[in-house]
């Protein structure tokens, strides 16, 4: 059964599909995608809404089944290809909790800060108004911290965030981290340890590959 993912070129999209790519499933073959536009405001149609009530993408359909918010897409097919490839939720009871701390601290820490930056920074000029300054400030603040607290995690020895393997903890950071990396470069120039991990998670080639996907050439939404 081929499932569908409805979405566009969007960071939270990147997010929910890695786990396929790390899985080394055949996309191609496995998954069907519908492209909801953002640019066309398409999230708003009453068909869309009828499937993802809060008119958001992404949305994953598996048969009868159906999923949204793009970490617990991420969790679902990490979970329905587990022991395939990368091992990204952990094995043991310990190895999961400090998975589940760290891709936590991306909810509740990291996103919280840096995801209203992104924000304001894509709607300023859609809307065609200035930048708000104190959007920038207090998020800047906000973000300095929690990078300072991974700059000394890291520190520590440790590959990745939840220990020496790639797992979800680090997949969930990755396209925040990624868009991060190319908006300020210097946050990562004075946290040499913070910015060694962004660049492996962010080249990564099955990060690489869900950059690549075709949603130009994808099923419309009807
Ligand atoms: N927490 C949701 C956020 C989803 C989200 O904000 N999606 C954006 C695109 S990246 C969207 O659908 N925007 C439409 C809107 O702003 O109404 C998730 O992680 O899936």
Redesign the pocket.
């Known amino acids: 059964m081929v499932m569908i993912l409805y979405g566009d070129k ?4 990147y ?2 599909i890695q786990p396929l790519f790390e899985a080394q499933v055949d996309v191609e073959e496995e998954l069907k995608l519908v492209t909801v536009s ?1 640019k066309a405001g398409q ?1 708003r149609l009453p068909s869309y809404k009828a499937k993802q009530p809060f ?4 949305f994953l359909e598996d048969g009868d089944f159906t999923v ?4 617990a897409i991420a969790r679902y097919l990490a979970e329905k290809y587990e022991g395939q490839n990368t091992p990204l939720l952990g094995k043991t009871l310990k190895e999961r909790a400090t998975i589940n701390q760290w891709a936590e601290s991306e909810a509740q820490n990291f996103h919280p800060a840096i995801a209203p930056m992104v924000r304001e920074l894509f709607l300023a000029p859609f809307e065609k108004r200035p930048v708000n300054e104190e959007v920038m400030e207090t998020g800047m603040n906000k973000l300095d911290k929690v990078l300072d607290v991974y700059e000394v995690h890291l520190a520590k020895g440790t590959k990745y965030m939840a220990g020496d393997n790639f797992s979800m903890a680090d997949l969930f950071h990755t396209v925040y981290m990624n868009w991060m990396k190319s908006r300020w470069p210097q946050l990562l120039e004075k946290r040499p340890h913070l910015s060694a991990w962004i660049h492996d998670i962010t080249t990564r080639p099955a990060f690489l590959r869900c950059l690549q996907l075709d949603w130009e050439n994808a099923s419309p939404i009807e």
Do not use: K
């Not at 969007?10 to 999209?13: D, E, T």
């Open positions: 969007a960071l939270n999209v997010r929910a953002l999230f008119g958001l993408i992404p949204f918010e793009s970490r």
